[in-house]
């Protein structure tokens, strides 16, 4: 019924749209709807006189040949003059749609609604005809590319157009109607649905690295804004579009470059909507942590407020959270402090949104005057090469466990034609999102229905206070799911009957804490939890160190990893890397013939880190069950962290006592997830009970 459902709602669009240009939308949200021009945003009186005052009229030679539309939109708006707007409706009208059809339809949407009073009815007819035909090569482009909510192209930038578009020719042109009821459709039964999963109650996007700019980032604020200035209707009030603005400061390593984590080729493009949602809800701390703009320009499309300097306001940086917990996509993001020198660190344990998300539930990172334990690989050297596939994407690049079958080698089905791809056996998670050759969720519904394989985990358990943060995470269905024993390529095979990761920040003692219940469905299936660096980790016993250089350029002072494996005892540890082996998965090292340096050497600062050794600590013996317990003390160069960790087990319970700035016990039981946590006259019980 569902399937059917949905096949009628998206594949018949076209005749559904010619349906609904003859009936009326002005119903619901759409009863207050801004019938008089502009409907779009647009400045204010006042910044209208401060841009009048900046901006000269634009000069009827240059209109002729302008290539940027906006600038001479914005100028001849605030300087209205019939020449140059029956020179300007001339360039648009003759505009042709093509590629995703947003550039052509963003003009004119803008030019129609701003300059409507100024209009002839010959230019309004013109350029209502253009935006009829733009509607429906819009809704055709987005049907015809099965554009996901989920996606970065919906937003870059179809959707916005679409939207613009609707709004501008709703009640002007007979399909007015029609092209607002599919965008209307579209916005609040498609997009704004998955916003509110994926962002949650906190904020926060799934798709990695520059795709938050170039995405997402361009629409979470400007599709509100339309929507509101036409309809009334404040959608910024949604927790995690507020929430959104916060994704955006915390995904910032002390370094000020992007936290590594999914495909992600540049580490410090900005979100262009950041100053526009800092503006909305006046945070003064998003707004100076971005860097005070001093330019007098919108902070978004169609229109942002102007830069304020009475947010700038530096003092109010150090007054944000110290964590974060993005319930939406199960991301935990936490630091020391605010400052350059700061310990910073991700977890990440939630459900899978098909784009651009790496097989790494359950994966952590650790940074301190640079990055100590990483999120491993390049996003490269082409999007669907080996290493891409074979290392980067997989759980093998990821400090998370893996569970090898042996005979889990189904390989990648061919697609137009082309014969089966092998994919190396990583012993990871199940390989769910773009690129292994299924098509993105076309909404909400379809992604409910799919859940059995976009369920791959979720923090059951979050605690931040007394210094610590928490996180009680369950990965068993990032491997397993119903379909496990069909032993398909996307599925797997079946490995893993129970997985609970445990993670804990300490921020007085600065030190991290990972705890890993692990039960096979064969104790022959080799267990191996991962830890990657940059540099050659030193073995000592019980454990190993890392080291991490100083990069001024970058304002990192270096740093220092001592790592401590207090179980399995006598854990074997095996370092992995080094030239030849840096990305060694299933038999053989994925390094692309060296390409992959080659781009790694050619890329501007700040370059990617994919590392080029991994410490993969493995059980003494074959077991169905086994537990991992690993202390990670972070320290700048040349100095030491003092913390001294005391092994402790009683019974099947094990945990260890921490000698610092703060002493405190930590026990894990062995018949529940979680931790307790036993602090100087306090104690905390943060495991989850059976049910």
Request: proline residues 8%; glycine residues 10%; positive net charge.
């Amino acid at each position: 019924m569902i399937i059917a459902a949905l096949r009628a709602r998206y594949l018949f669009l076209p005749a559904v749209f010619s349906l609904l240009a003859v009936l009326p939308a002005a119903e619901g949200d759409l009863a207050g709807f801004r019938f008089s021009h502009p409907r779009l945003p647009v400045p204010t009186a006042g910044e209208r006189r401060r841009l009048k005052e900046a901006l000269p009229p634009i000069d009827q030679h240059a209109l002729v040949g302008v290539v940027d539309f906006y600038p001479a939109i914005l100028k001849v708006y605030l300087h209205p003059d019939a020449e140059k707007i029956d020179t300007l409706v001339g360039r648009l009208s003759g505009l042709a749609y093509q590629g995703r059809g947003h550039r052509q339809a963003m003009r004119l949407a803008l030019a129609y609604d701003w300059l409507y009073p100024q209009l002839s009815p010959t230019q309004r007819a013109a350029l209502q005809g253009k935006l009829a035909e733009g509607c429906r090569y819009l809704r055709d482009y987005i049907e015809s590319a099965a554009l996901s909510p989920y996606n970065v192209y919906l937003y870059n930038a179809p959707f916005q157009a679409l939207m613009a578009v609707a709004i501008a020719l709703y009640g002007d042109h007979p399909r007015g109607a029609g092209c607002m009821a599919y965008a209307r459709d579209l916005w609040k039964h498609r997009v704004l649905p998955v916003w509110r999963q994926v962002m949650g109650q906190t904020g926060g996007w799934h798709e990695g690295g520059e795709y938050v700019g170039i995405g997402i980032g361009r629409a979470v604020y400007s599709v509100p804004a339309m929507w509101r200035r036409a309809t009334g209707e404040d959608l910024f009030r949604e927790p995690g579009i507020r929430g959104f603005l916060d994704f955006l400061v915390y995904r910032h390593r002390p370094d000020r470059t992007h936290m590594r984590w999914g495909d992600a080729g540049y580490f410090d493009r900005r979100v262009p909507e950041r100053y526009a949602l800092a503006l909305e809800y006046r945070n003064a701390a998003a707004y100076t942590f971005f860097g005070c703009p001093r330019r007098l320009r919108p902070t978004a499309w169609p229109w942002g407020p102007l830069p304020d300097d009475s947010l700038c306001r530096p003092e109010v940086v150090e007054t944000l959270p110290l964590q974060k917990h993005f319930d939406g996509i199960g991301m935990v993001i936490a630091r020391s402090d605010w400052r350059k020198d700061a310990t910073y660190v991700t977890f990440k344990a939630g459900d899978n949104y098909w784009s651009h998300t790496h097989l790494d539930q359950g994966s952590f990172t650790l940074y301190k005057g640079g990055p100590l334990v990483i999120d491993s690989g390049l996003y490269g050297p082409r999007y669907g090469s080996d290493h891409h596939m074979n290392y980067s994407y997989q759980t093998i690049a990821h400090n998370v466990v893996t569970v090898t079958d042996p005979d889990d080698t189904a390989p990648m089905p061919g697609k137009d034609k082309k014969p089966p791809r092998p994919i190396a056996n990583d012993g990871g998670q199940r390989r769910v999102g773009s690129g292994w050759g299924k098509r993105a969720p076309i909404d909400l519904d379809e992604w409910l229905e799919n859940y059995d394989t976009y369920h791959t985990g979720r923090i059951a358990r979050y605690h931040a206070g007394d210094d610590l943060v928490v996180a009680v995470a369950e990965l068993t269905p990032a491997y397993t799911n119903s379909r496990c024993r069909e032993g398909n390529f996307f599925d797997r095979t079946c490995r893993v009957e129970r997985y609970w990761r445990t993670f804990l920040y300490d921020r007085r003692n600065d030190v991290v804490v990972i705890h890993d219940d692990v039960t096979a469905t064969n104790p022959a299936f080799i267990k191996r939890l991962l830890i990657h660096t940059l540099e050659r980790p030193s073995l000592g016993e019980g454990g190993f160190q890392v080291k991490v250089p100083p990069k001024p350029q970058l304002h990192r002072r270096g740093g220092h990893l001592e790592a401590k494996v207090l179980f399995p005892k006598q854990a074997y540890l095996n370092p992995i890397g080094g030239s030849g082996f840096e990305f060694w998965v299933d038999g053989r090292n994925y390094d692309e013939g060296g390409e992959v340096w080659r781009k790694v050497a050619a890329h501007r600062e700040p370059r990617p880190e994919p590392g080029r050794w991994r410490v993969e600590v493995v059980p003494p013996a074959a077991r169905k069950r086994d537990r991992f317990l690993l202390v990670l003390k972070p320290a700048l160069r040349g100095e030491v962290n003092p913390a001294t960790v005391i092994p402790w087990q009683e019974g099947e319970a094990i945990g260890f006592r921490l000698q610092g700035k703060r002493p405190l016990r930590l026990r894990f039981p062995a018949d529940r997830p979680g931790v307790l946590v036993d602090l100087p006259g306090e104690s905390l019980d943060l495991t989850l009970r059976a049910r």
